[in-house]
């Protein structure tokens, strides 16, 4: 009797058995799930933020370096040595940088040979210097052919294809990138020197993004300053995919950085041979500079002052008592005509002068003349506005003033974040955000209570970053509650430096 009853349970125990089993392994599998795909909403900025966007990291050829190579980091000290020895003027100077020769080759010599590696250590020409930023490097007889987007090294044995915009990560902006090939010299189509120039090249990009303020310096100018300040004015820069507008806007900051005018590479009809070569700026995070990476170990504080050189401001820190230690502090409100504009910034404006501040409100926009907009940004002590690329005038305020970013509603602490939050404090910018209630939101006349993009923000998120500007930056206004106004004033006061 008990056998047979044994017999009956071992199959039973051998079910049970299979279904915790399978319980198990689908518990693992939804783990895996939820880690990869159900993360917290507002995770980690920068993730978030790729992630929005559908941007794909370009991947490295087996050939090329890791993010950063070895030895890099000495490679930048030996540079930023020579270039200290080899300039003792400052980049005032109007030494020329080139003379005009007739139509003959540069002799590839063994002194003036390309050098794929330097001091032996074997660091590629061509590297990523982050997932977003690619630098060739090379030194010989160079020769920039921009009609033909082709530079000719002499050193390298293949040809490499390279976009001198930082923004890999973003095949949209790169889209709009002139690619550049570097070509190995001798070669039979190699085109004779026109020009021959004594310092270095640089080659960058404003294609891209570059048109939009914030992009402009988290895509090329900061880029450019952590790539280039160390050459202290000895260098030649050639911009791809110019716009003369873009550049007369930038003129001033381009004079901090190089003695000479910047080339119109694509379209000027001649090639120009250098004793050396460098394609492409370095990325190390938005709006700012990492100090340990950068030669000479320069911060976005030595990159606002190179702007304040560069404009002429002489403002250096904010104060409760104003432009003169004895008046009224300064507040700027930077207006919006589209999206995300106040609907009551007349009265944000009665509020704020009856707390205490001065009131300006100004709307920058491209054509908008740079010195003068920064000259007014340099005299705010609080400077507040919505969520755009209006706030990257942050890199004017003095130090210690107070930047209150108003984050519209529908989640977008995450993208709020990265862009102004995080660079604000390595500017030495106090940082405060006033996050809109939906109360607050003109999204509440367009949208039904119950609609997802009122409920469920992250929902939205996920259906990508198209989806996500358009329901909360492309169609949001704000009314700003005057009573949260009045508060977050007297807390930006209160933060102020005294006289």
Known sequence: MKSSLRTRQEPRRVSNGVIIGAMLLSLCVLSIVKARYCATPFGK?????????????????????????????????EEEEEENGASATPATTTAPAVTKTTPTAVPATAGNRGKVSKGGKGKPTCYMTSKRSER??????????????????SGIDKEWKTKPYARYHDPVAMAHVREYTLKPLPAAEAPACTRNHSVPGFLFSNGGFSGNLYHDYTDVLVPLFISTHQFRGRVQFLLSGMKPWWVAKFTPFFRQLTKYDVIDVDNDQEVHCFPRIVAGATFHK???????????HVSVVDFKRALRRAFGLEREAASRGGATGHGKPRLLIISRRGSRRFLNEREMARAAADAGFEVRVAEPDQHTDMATFAALV???????????AGLTNMVFL???????????????????????KDPA?????????????????????????NHQVLTDPYAVHKQGWDAL????????????????????????????PSP
């Open 136 to 153: 060739c490097d090379a030194s010989g007889d160079i020769r920039v052919d921009g009609n033909r987007s082709a530079i000719y090294v």
């Open 425 to 449: 404090a390595d500017m030495e910018v106090n940082y405060m955000d006033y996050n809109v209630k939906l109360e607050e939101s003109s999204l509440l006349d367009q949208y039904p209570r």
């Open 469 to 496: 500007k358009t329901a909360y930056l492309d169609k949001q206004n704000i009314r700003m509650d005057l009573d949260r106004f009045r508060a977050t004033l007297r807390e930006a006061m209160s933060r102020l």
């Open 45 to 77: 900025a920068e993730d978030q933020l790729q992630e929005q966007m559908n941007s794909s990291i370009r991947m490295e050829p087996e050939e090329s370096s890791p993010a950063r190579t070895p030895g890099e980091e000495e490679d930048e000290q």
């Open 286 to 296: 938005d709006m700012g500079v990492d100090p340990r990476r950068s030669p000479g």
């Open 398 to 420: 003095p130090r210690g003033a107070v930047l209150i970013q108003v984050v519209p509603f529908g989640g977008l602490e995450w993208l709020t974040s990265v862009t102004f």
């Open 378 to 388: 340099n005299s705010a002590d609080v400077m507040v506005g919505v969520h755009g």
